[in-house]
């Protein structure tokens, strides 16, 4: 390896997965460290498709290599070139007489894969496909792009793309890209790795970088991902001795378990991922069966996604760059009480406004907080924002208070807003933030002007600075909500047999089917029987609720399916004819089981328990207020599934709605360990394969000692479609 740079990873990749965008065939499996040498650091470079003329895109690598300082060897290759900017040229690359680590292909979208047939014979082990016309423009260009990958798995070549605008590593260097940015930036070595899903945004995201002076180790766009994706990149990065943080340009998620895989390495390691990711609109709702697919969009799944691996998500691109420095060398805090202090007090208020927006905690200072620096002749108030307007503008006075704050177990962060003094005498606010003891606590500062000197102080102490409130408030919310990977409970087998075998019995789950099956992994049902006719008589005692049973209608109520406080016999019979005359109305092709007849239960509060098996995140399991309205609302906490009864009790905490059986202004409480540990053992479906969907609505909260009943149950099945 040049220059000793690398570290030797004895670790090997597992196996991937042998099915891959519709192929199936056993890898050919790459050791980590050559995978990564070829990637970022290849001794051979073939530019496929290269050009000699300066004002084509095609020319770019080529130029960029060298004026970036790459040191190996660059082979163009065009047939109808001998040379190329004072590089031998070669018609193709079987001709290329040594080996090739890594293939930049810049041809047409339909000699695409000739040439990368032509690198799977010369095995080359990289190949990154700048060419577009695949995947990103509908069907035709799936299928061209699927060949690709067959081609590249059949010959041990690790893909990159297609549609990529290439990487740069700056330890060794290596500016392989057609990005118009590398024409003139400078590119600045440090610790940040980007890796994106957007080519045109790279450029970007490295200005915007650079123009703060942070530096970077590698960039990578990814591309269509037909092979490797953010995930594996990822990984591969978590290993990079020149990386520190890692962070993530996303528009959607395609291989959730290697990224998911790679960022747990990655907290274990002491690196950080900080993810912005595109999609906090709700696309897609309205293809859901359920009230759980309603509520639960693809962002809020990848939130929680987020969360239950340890990656902290922002939602400004300044803070990409403006949060590294602010949880390096940190592990999540199990407390985020903000300690805030300022020489300017409308420049605090426009931080302080905005993490209250967010519920952030900031806190007043202690009683020995004011005695310790009372005995240095320093008052400070009891207010919950420490304002130093005209006593801060001393060194010694701003220090002191400062420095005590991160000495104080009162606050678990602290947070200096510098005014006018940033920009022009920093000596009074910003050195004596250099200079502070940190004692390992999170410090984080804010130029209320625009004082780049200042900013550059921090950065080169290791200190957060922020150049807006906004990206100040982003960041700290972020750190706020991140976690320490969230460990999944054990399946417990025998339930979860038992809840299989009566899955298995129902080829089309109606509403007692699938309450069976909830019964089975230990969630409290109510009393239930079914009647074949309104004449039959049932033996559940009155009052009683009736409700059409068919395995087609998921909303009952809007159907005209259900009948409540059934008194008698009598009015059981009048109600079990109304709703199946209303029902065969309204839904003429809906096969009808009967009439689910179930005993009224009372409680303090309703609730819907939700489970649905996302394809981008996986299993995710959410509890909000129960009810018709539950959708509308959208007072809903969501995790990853299965959970614990102790998640799923933080679960509860989050949802506003449930303030009402949390004591709230003495109201009674409800038994809110009967429900965590209902919504923990419904979670447990994640284990069951064929369920898509499923919920609880409501699942019935009783007064604390009384436990909790369902009274409602749906499944759907993956290919399957509830009427609605």
Known sequence: M????????????????????????????????????????????????????????????????????YSGRVIPINPGRDEIFGEKAYPDVVSVPEPIDHAFIMVPADAVAAALEQCA??????????????????????????????????????????????????EPACALSVNAVLEFAEIRRGPLAIVSQSGSMIGGLMSRGLGRGVGFSKLISVGNEADLGVGEITDLLVDDPHTGTILLF???????????????????????????????????????????????????????????????????????????????????APRHRIAVMTTTGGGAASVVDRLGTFGLDVVAPTDQVVANLAQKNIRISKARLTDLTLAGARKEIYSAVLNELLASDHCDLVLAVVGSSAQFQPQIAVEPIVEAERRGKPLAAFCAPHAEHSLKLLADAGIAGFRTPESCADAIRAWREWTAPVDSPAIDRNKLAAAGALLGESPRVNEYDACRVFAALGVPQAASEIIAAPEQPASVGFPVVAKVLSPDIAHKTDAGGVALNIADAAALRAAAQEILSRVRAKHPGAHINGILVQRMEKGLAEVIVGYKRDPQVGPIVVLGIGGVLAEIYRDFALRLAPVTAEGALRMIEEVKGLA??????????GDLAALAQTVSAFSQLAALEPVKEAEINPLIVKPEGEGVVAVDGLIVRKDEKAFQ
């Open 250 to 332: 996303m528009e959607t998620m395609r291989d959730a378990d290697h990224l998911a895989r790679a960022a747990r390495r990655a907290y274990a390691a002491g690196k950080s991922i900080i993810v912005y990711k595109l999609g906090r609109s709700e696309v897609g709702q309205d293809l859901a069966a359920s009230h759980t697919g309603a509520m639960a969009g693809g962002d809020e799944m990848a939130d929680a996604f987020f969360r239950a691996h340890s990656m902290l998500r922002v939602d400004l691109l300044e803070t990409l760059f403006e949060l590294p420095a602010l949880v390096a060398g940190q592990k999540p």
């Open 121 to 170: 014979a010369k095995k080359v082990t990289v190949a990154t496909v700048y060419s577009d016309g695949f995947a990103e423009t509908g069907a035709e260009g799936r299928r061209k792009q699927e060949r690709l990958l067959a081609i590249a798995r059949a010959g041990g070549v690790r893909l990159v793309g297609p549609n990529c605008i290439g990487l740069v590593s700056t």
């Open 2 to 69: 040049k220059n000793g740079v690398r570290v030797d990873f004895p670790r090997i990749f597992p196996d991937f997965l042998t099915s891959i965008r519709g192929i199936s065939r056993k890898l050919t499996l790459t050791p980590f460290s050559k995978l990564f040498e070829a990637l970022f650091e290849p001794k051979t470079i073939a530019l496929i498709g290269a050009s000699g003329d300066a004002r084509k895109n095609t020319s770019r690598p080529q130029r960029f290599l060298k004026k970036h300082g």
């Open 660 to 669: 009402i059986i949390r004591g709230y202004r003495g109201m009674p409480r």
